[in-house]
């Protein structure tokens, strides 16, 4: 079979295929693993017994089930739900935005395809453009979306260390340059891996430079605020004329309804409309029909602040005083948690790297995700790349103890007199300069 460049990267087996291969398997095939790997939202029960409520609404009212089903929307995504959004968001936060800014995408996953194509790559005049990413690690589904070569710059974070072995990481804006080949600077928040929330500060510093720079500036609110609010620090959620805000009703409990949100300046969803069009002719409208009545009545903002945030953050709470109680005297140190579904776990000095984990976790029932593959726009020449994992505490409780047990058995089987056996691992001494 003779491919093109197209069709080889698509024979590559990618980061996120591994990560939603490990999911499908887990959550459909071998129930037994101890699912700490994918990213999938919890069944939460207040959550899902409206999402039944407005779906047995929608098959009782009139012909609206059909229509749902049976009728194309537009390729902006359907015009009822939009007009729904802008008002929730002109309500809740203030921003000057009709229906015409927002277009719906299938998942925000395609929004990234289509945002990160449309701003890196080789452009009019045949230069390459990239996208910034000011601080890795960063979602792993980012990593190869890019359609030309290699479309990401990223930067190591400044680490700060805090007390009960945490840590967070800062965007180290004395290194950031936003130079003339950066096409757009995007970042997660809350950040999948970490859970990080980037200060409200430094995303007003990232703004303006990407103001005097004449580039956009792409949020992925995929976690945040006003839904699925999976967010546990105060922090204020931001749109103006060049930055791009994601959203998605994934998190919110409805993976499976594949509904990103698209909030941005005219000419953008213009074009993501055109880019529905070609490649999917309409957005899936199962999720507008869905979520519909929650977005018109707000409750479904009531539900993400007094059911999804507690949630999670109990979990999470629960998740962090095991892996204390259990990884005590091991060299570990948990980046502060403060929203999304994960715990960024680093093994200072850990003899062996986290594929090698990873595999090892594997093999006894427990899928973890490897840190490498979150670094996209840098080579892996940073040990500390090597000696982070991401583990999630959405699944059940016991899932997660019997998980966060295992792998400190792994942890307390290796011999740390040892140094991992690769290259990559051990950093240079100009490396091991930069600031952690
Ligand atoms: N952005 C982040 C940070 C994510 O974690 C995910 C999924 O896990 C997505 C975007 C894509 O989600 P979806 O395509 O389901 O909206």
Same mark, same amino acid.
């Given at each position: 079979m003779k491919l093109t460049k197209f069709g080889n990267k698509l024979k590559k087996k990618s980061g996120i295929s591994q990560l939603m291969d490990d999911l499908g398997h887990a959550m =459909?095939? =071998?129930? $037994?693993i101890l699912m700490l790997g994918g990213g999938n939202p919890a069944f939460i029960p207040a959550v899902q017994s409206v999402l039944r409520e407005s779906m047995n609404e929608l098959l009782g009212q009139g012909d609206s089930f059909e229509r749902a089903i049976g009728v194309y929307d537009t390729p902006q995504g359907n015009h009822a739900f939009l007009c729904s959004l802008a008002e929730l968001f002109r309500n809740e936060?203030? &921003?000057?935005?009709?229906?015409?800014?927002i277009a719906l995408t299938a998942g925000s996953q395609s929004a990234f395809y289509v945002l990160f194509n449309m701003f890196a790559g /080789? $452009? @009019?005049?045949g230069k390459q453009k990239k996208i910034l990413l000011?601080?890795? %690690? !960063?979602?792993? *589904?980012? /990593?190869?979306?890019?359609? $030309?070569?290699?479309i990401f710059r990223s930067y190591r974070p400044q680490i700060e260390m805090l007390d009960d072995r945490m840590f967070k990481y800062h965007i180290n804006f004395d290194e950031l340059e936003i130079g003339e080949d950066v096409g757009a600077v995007c970042l997660s928040r809350p950040t999948n891996p970490t859970g990080n929330v980037m200060t409200d500060d430094e995303v007003s510093r990232l703004i303006k430079l990407t103001e005097e720079a004449d580039v956009p500036l792409i949020l992925? =609110? @995929?976690? *945040?605020?006003? #839904?699925?609010?999976?967010?546990?620090s105060e922090a204020q959620p931001f749109w103006q004329k060049n930055v791009i805000v994601c959203m998605s009703l994934s998190k919110f409990?409805? %993976? *499976? @309804?594949r509904t990103g949100i698209i909030i941005a300046d005219k000419p953008v969803i213009e074009a993501v409309s055109e880019f529905n069009a070609v490649l999917s002719?309409?957005?899936?409208g199962m999720g507008a029909a869905v979520a519909g009545s929650l977005v018109r009545s707000g409750r479904i903002l009531e539900l993400s602040r007094d059911h999804i945030r507690p949630f999670y953050q109990e979990r999470c709470r629960k998740a962090v005083g095991w892996i204390h109680e259990y990884f005590d005297g091991l060299e570990y140190y948990i980046?502060? %948690?403060? *929203? /999304?579904l994960f715990l960024w776990l680093w093994f200072r =000095?850990?003899?062996?790297t986290c594929q090698e984990l990873y595999e090892r976790l594997k093999a006894r029932g427990v899928l973890i995700v490897p840190g490498?593959? #979150? #670094? %996209?726009?840098? $080579?892996? +020449? &940073? +040990?500390h790349c090597h000696e982070c994992i991401r583990m999630t505490y959405s699944q059940a409780p016991e899932t997660v103890e019997q998980g966060i047990k295992l792998i400190a058995e792994e942890l307390r089987s290796l011999d740390y007199s040892q140094i991992a056996n690769? !290259? /990559?691992?051990r950093p240079s001494a100009a490396q091991n300069r930069t600031k952690q």
């Open positions: =459909n095939v =071998n129930r $037994d936060f203030g &921003w000057d935005i009709t229906h015409e800014n /080789a $452009d @009019a005049d000011p601080l890795a %690690p !960063e979602y792993i *589904g980012y /990593a190869d979306i890019g359609l $030309d070569g290699d992925d =609110n @995929a976690y *945040g605020t006003p #839904f699925p609010n999976i967010i546990f409990g409805l %993976p *499976g @309804a002719l309409a957005p899936n980046h502060k %948690p403060e *929203g /999304a =000095n850990m003899p062996i490498h593959y #979150f #670094f %996209p726009g840098m $080579d892996n +020449s &940073w +040990s690769t !290259e /990559a691992k």
